[in-house]
C-alpha cells in the first residue's frame, strides 16, 4: 500500500510550462556561472533565490541565461534536468520554453541555442523514455518588430522538435499586453506552429488578456490564465474552444502571494470545468520539482486522486505533440493509473 503523497508523486506526469534555464539545477547554475566568470551576488543557493516579487524574479531570471554559452552547457542543463525530474515526480514528456532573444543579446545565434538544447534533450529521451517538444517564446520587453523577427528565424531553420510559439516575462511596462505580438502570431499561425501566451497572472493583470490570447491571438492553450475566473464570460468561452490552461501552483505563492489552500484559483479552475494542466513554470528559482506541484501545491487544494488523474491526462490533451505520441502517451498512462489504485489505501484518496 502507499500513502496519498506517494502516489501523486509516482504519478506519471507531463509538463508542459517551463522555461530551459529553470530546469537547471541550483549546483550546475553555481558551476556554470563560476566556468564562464559570472559573478553572482552569492553562492548560496539558499539566498540566490530569494524573491519579493514577480518582477525581482524576472531579473535573477534573466541572469540564469548569462551562465549558458558552450553548446556543452546546454546539453548538460538539458539531460541533467529530464534525469531529476524523472527521480522526482515520474515525467513521462516535457514541452520547453526557449527565448533565444535573451542569447542573442550575447551573440548567440538561434541555432546556437536550439540545436543543442535538442541534442541534450534526445539523449534524455533515449535514456529515460521522456519525450519532449520545443516552444520558441517571445520575450516581451522587446518589441513587436523583433518578435516577427524571432518567427521568421523558425521558418528559416527548421526543426521537428521546435513545434510552438509563445509569449513571457513583461513589457518595458511590466503588464502582459498579448496583443501586443499579434503580428509575429499571425505568421506563426500560417506556418503551422501552434500557440500559447502567459496571460492573466498576477493581480495586475486582466481577464481580458486571456481573451485576447484566446479571441484575437488564436492561442491553442495559455499559461497561468487565474484571473480568468473573474469572467464566468470568459471561462465561457475557453470551454467552448476546448483550451488548455498549464498552471503552475507553487510559483504563485511567491509570483501572486497567493495561499496554496481550497480557495485557491487553479482550485477555481478546476472547479469551473477548465482543462487543467500543472507544471513548475521555473523550478530552480521556485525550488520545487514536478513532484512537489501534485505533492505540495495539488494536495493542498484538496485535489482528489481521479482529480490528479484528470489533471495528467489534460496535460497529454494540450501537448504540442502528434497524435500518435499523445496516444502512446495515455496508454502508458492509464496502465500506470490501474496500478497505483490498485496500491493506493482506500481511505486515504485525498489527504
Ligand atoms: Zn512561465
Redesign the pocket.
Known amino acids: 500500500m502507499i500513502s496519498y503523497v506517494d502516489y501523486l508523486r509516482l504519478l506519471p506526469k507531463t509538463e508542459l510550462?517551463?522555461?530551459f534555464a529553470s530546469t537547471m539545477s541550483s549546483e550546475l547554475f553555481i558551476e556554470l556561472a563560476a566556468k564562464h566568470g559570472v559573478e553572482l551576488p552569492t553562492t548560496d543557493p539558499d539566498e540566490l533565490f530569494d524573491f519579493a516579487h514577480l518582477v525581482d524574479f524576472l531579473v535573477a531570471f534573466r541572469f540564469a541565461h548569462d551562465v549558458l554559452r558552450d553548446p556543452d552547457d546546454f546539453e548538460r542543463v538539458a539531460y541533467d534536468g529530464v534525469a531529476s525530474a524523472v527521480a522526482d515526480g515520474n515525467l513521462r514528456y516535457r514541452e520547453y520554453?526557449v527565448n533565444p532573444q535573451y542569447f542573442a543579446e550575447r551573440g548567440l545565434s538561434y541555432t546556437d541555442v536550439i540545436d543543442p538544447i535538442i541534442a541534450g534533450l534526445a539523449r534524455a529521451e533515449e535514456d529515460f523514455g521522456v519525450g519532449f517538444r520545443i516552444v520558441v517564446a517571445i520575450n516581451r520587453r522587446a518589441d513587436a518588430a523583433s518578435a516577427v523577427d524571432l518567427v521568421r528565424e523558425m521558418i528559416a531553420y527548421p526543426r521537428p522538435e521546435v513545434v510552438g510559439l509563445g509569449q513571457?516575462d513583461l513589457t518595458p511596462e511590466n503588464t502582459e499586453d498579448p496583443g501586443r505580438f499579434i503580428e509575429a502570431y499571425a505568421l506563426a499561425r500560417e506556418h503551422g506552429f501552434l500557440l500559447t501566451a502567459?496571460v492573466g497572472e498576477t493581480d495586475d493583470a486582466t481577464p481580458d488578456a486571456v481573451r485576447i490570447a484566446i479571441e484575437e491571438l488564436g492561442c491553442d492553450r495559455l499559461?497561468?490564465g487565474y484571473r480568468i475566473v473573474d469572467d464566468p464570460a470568459i471561462v465561457a468561452l475557453a470551454r467552448e474552444r476546448g483550451i488548455g490552461f498549464a498552471a503552475?501552483p507553487l510559483?504563485t505563492t511567491i509570483c501572486s502571494g497567493w495561499t496554496i489552500d481550497d480557495g485557491h484559483r487553479i482550485r477555481r479552475m478546476i472547479d469551473a470545468g477548465l482543462a487543467v494542466n500543472v507544471s513548475t513554470?521555473?523550478a530552480m528559482f521556485f525550488r520545487t520539482d514536478i513532484g512537489r506541484e501534485y505533492t505540495e501545491g495539488l494536495r493542498l487544494m484538496g485535489v482528489t486522486a481521479e482529480e490528479a488523474k484528470q489533471i495528467a491526462l489534460n496535460g497529454i490533451d494540450a501537448a504540442f505533440c502528434d497524435g500518435a505520441q499523445k496516444a502512446r502517451l495515455r496508454a502508458e498512462f492509464r496502465a500506470a493509473f490501474l496500478a497505483l489504485d490498485a496500491a493506493l489505501e482506500p481511505e486515504r484518496q485525498s489527504v
Do not use: A, P
Open positions: 510550462h517551463c522555461h520554453y513571457d502567459h499559461d497561468h503552475t510559483s513554470d521555473d
